[in-house]
């Protein structure tokens, strides 16, 4: 099996770092991608499971687009929605009426859901959370787990980085997750301020096994939330339509106030959604925020061809199994080579690593393994899997697997700079 | 008054233990000190303390108040102490009045030195081997200052916080040289050179890139991406210890 290079993409590169700050930003940076110089930086073309770089290399997509990805790229179900709409009207004065329908979709969904209201991008609607949870109950802090990723907005990010004030967290209070008596603690000594708590449906930190609720706790939490008028924000944004149609909220059995949504909506198309429950609407009407393109047509059109689509054939269920075929599969080829290969989290969205390599740099080169024969692997972060992805992908990946292992097998790889 | 504390830790456990360090690698820094014998304590009111010896062209730097040396100097506080690495304060000899002329005629010489290469210019990096000391300097600088400032900075103790216990090493290729930081339940360590099985590595191209990291003229994200610099292992803990890195101009005025 040959491997990657990268020449065209490497003269790309150079180029964007004379223009864009980092050359790549955010969260598509190279400089995640451990190393660099066994990833594509620039997406050429894509179709279905897979991805083509400017070096003309084929990728079977692990990332989908970092989650955004969830029926295949270039879905036709979605694309020829979103073109009907196109021929329309997108982005104009007024809203258009797919608005309405993708609530009212939304709405009949997902039991957590009395209202929905659209915007862009997964921090858009977490704010606009937190501010109509602040506005609900005239009080100012905000409850969130250690690690939890909502966002870059100052709030959401850790003291220290660059950009964010020390003020910025002045009303933030992290607790570690599954730490019921952490949260009555901080009920306790800040009664009667604390605003909202918020949560990913399950905890997905960076560089660390996923970690599922302990049993109970979500209802704990929920009991505690309305002991105290604390409203309960669940940031479904990654992991939304990877569980369960109803919401990860109902996949789990709780019922949050207000849910956050996004990635997987429209298969790609920029739209992101909060929706709630019928006691926070008033709130939600009067507390302003918008956006300039939080209107467009064409998102809500393919989020609204998306979701009915990905109801039709329960597309979490397709993911959840295909998931677990392939990661059971890919534990057993570790095995054939000594490896214990530790999948956490669901397996429509898992969080792979080597055992017993703590530093996780076996775990990098054996993800940097993979990539360079086509198979998208990244050491970090959680993977997704698509209801597009094929048996042939999924058999083809197995093989890039075994080779990927056989190649990091009793090697001491160089450092490569 | 913790910034001037910080600052004080930094100015002598970051920047005045480099003098070993010049002595070794700058000739002219070895000449200076050539036949000095004498050791000089620094001893900070309600703040660190350090002992320098001078035997016949070597120079050793120990955290602390060790043996007997023939000078030491007392300040009322950081901040006294922050003054006079600036220039503007006078110390007060607790012991060997009959040093002060060295103090004040012939350590300022090696302190100059010092100084010559922690404030680089782009006139001064042109030359290879000004570059290949400051670089050494700045490495040391960075990590020995890193760890006072993940100790007692309240922002930089968040972000310290956030690291997972194990070493973090900086390498520069081919052949060094290298420090490192090793975080271990609550405490860090830092040292120069090599450490076996780190938790994170970060490896620099050459000298040249390095001290463009150093000097706060590289953009880290580019170099990684074009392959001037690798990370590799738990890169989190990277992220963070650059974020406190970030934060050392603020106490050394540069």
Same mark, same amino acid.
């Not at chain 1, 309405?100 to 606009?128: R, S, Y």
């Not at chain 1, 604390?194 to 109970?216: C, K, R």
């Not at chain 1, 530790?342 to 990098?364: C, F, N, T, W």
């Given at each position: ?26 969260? +598509? ?21 897979? %991805? /083509? ?14 989650? *955004? ?89 850790? *003291? ?16 570690? /997750?599954?730490?019921?008596?952490? +949260? ?12 909202? %708590? ?53 996949? %789990? ?16 198309? *920029? ?23 939080? %209107? ?86 959680? /993977? ?34 | ?67 007997? $040396? ?20 006078? $110390? ?138 690798? !990370? ?11 974020? !406190? ?10």
């Amino acid at each position: 099996m040959s491997t990657y290079r990268y020449p065209k993409r490497q003269e790309l590169f150079r180029r964007a770092a004379g223009v864009i700050p980092g050359g790549i930003y955010g969260h +598509f940076s190279p400089a995640t991608l451990v190393p660099p110089s066994a990833y594509p930086f620039f997406t050429a073309r894509a179709e279905g499971a897979r %991805f /083509w770089d400017v070096d003309g290399n084929t990728f079977i997509d692990y990332m989908c687009a970092y989650g *955004p990805m969830v029926m295949g790229y270039g879905a036709p179900h979605v694309e020829e929605a979103a073109e009907a709409q196109r021929r329309l009207a997108d982005c104009t004065t007024g809203a258009a009426p797919v608005m309405v329908d993708l609530a009212e979709l939304l709405v009949d969904m997902m039991p957590a859901a009395d209202w929905a209201f659209f915007a862009k991008n997964g921090a858009d609607v977490v704010n606009f959370a937190i501010m109509i949870a602040r506005d609900a109950t005239g009080r100012d802090k905000i409850v969130m787990i250690e690690g939890a990723y909502h966002g870059t907005t100052g709030w959401m990010q850790g *003291p220290g980085h660059h950009g964010v004030i020390e003020a910025d967290q002045h009303q933030v209070i992290r607790i570690p /997750w599954n730490d019921v008596p952490a +949260f009555e603690a901080v009920l306790d000594r800040h009664h009667g301020d604390v605003a909202a %708590f918020i949560s990913t449906p399950y905890h997905i930190p960076a560089f660390a096994d996923s970690q599922m609720p302990a049993e109970g706790y979500w209802e704990k939490i929920q009991a505690l939330c309305r002991r105290h008028n604390v409203v309960l924000i669940v940031d479904d944004i990654r992991h939304g339509f990877r569980l369960d149609m109803a919401g990860s909220s109902a996949y %789990f059995g709780f019922s949050p106030d207000l849910t956050c949504l996004g990635n997987a909506m429209a298969n790609g198309y *920029p739209i992101s959604a909060l929706v709630g429950c019928e006691a926070l609407k008033s709130t939600a009407a009067r507390v302003f925020h918008t956006g300039s393109y939080w %209107f467009q047509a064409v998102p809500m059109a393919a989020a609204k061809a998306n979701l009915v689509k990905m109801g039709e054939i329960n597309a979490p269920q397709v993911m959840l199994t295909r998931g677990a075929l392939l990661f059971d599969a890919m534990v057993n080829i570790a095995t054939t080579y000594g490896y214990d290969l530790k999948v956490s989290g669901v397996p429509s969205m898992p969080y792979l690593r080597i055992a017993d390599d703590e530093s996780l740099m076996l775990h990098q080169d054996w993800c940097a393994e993979g990539t360079r024969r086509g198979a998208y692997f990244t050491p970090h972060h959680n /993977w997704f899997i698509s209801a597009a992805h094929t048996d042939a992908d999924i058999q083809q990946t197995l093989e890039i697997v075994d080779e990927a292992f056989k190649a990091i097998k009793g090697k001491n790889l160089p450092i490569e700079c | 008054m913790i910034e001037s504390l910080v600052k004080a830790n930094i100015h002598l456990y970051a920047v005045m233990r480099n003098l070993p360090d010049l002595v070794a690698n700058d000739p002219v820094a070895a000449r200076t000190v050539a036949r000095w014998r004498i050791g000089i304590q620094f001893v900070v009111w309600r703040g660190p303390a350090a002992t320098l010896a001078f035997d016949d062209g070597t120079c050793v730097f120990e955290r602390g108040r060790h043996g007997r $040396p023939e000078l030491v100097l007392g300040f009322i506080s950081p901040g006294h102490f922050n003054r006079m690495m600036d220039g503007k304060g006078i $110390p007060l000899p607790l012991r060997g009045f009959k040093h002060l002329g060295f103090m004040r005629h012939e350590f300022p010489r090696i302190a100059d030195r010092l100084a010559f290469f922690l404030k680089p210019t782009e006139a001064k990096l042109a030359d290879s081997r000004y570059q290949a000391v400051n670089t050494r300097l700045a490495l040391a600088t960075a990590v020995f200052a890193a760890r006072e400032l993940a100790l007692f900075d309240p922002v930089c103790r968040q972000i310290a916080g956030r690291i997972r216990d194990g070493a973090v090493l900086l390498n520069i290729l081919p052949d060094g040289p290298a420090a490192h930081l090793i975080f271990s339940a609550g405490d860090i360590t830092a040292g120069l050179g090599d450490i076996q099985r780190p938790m994170a590595r970060i490896d620099f191209r050459d000298l040249s890139v390095a001290n463009d990291f150093l000097n706060a003229r590289l953009d880290l994200f580019s170099a990684i991406a074009g392959g001037d610099v690798a !990370i590799r292992g738990l890169t989190p803990m990277i992220t963070n210890l650059t974020l !406190i890195f970030d934060r050392i101009p603020g106490y050394l005025g540069r």
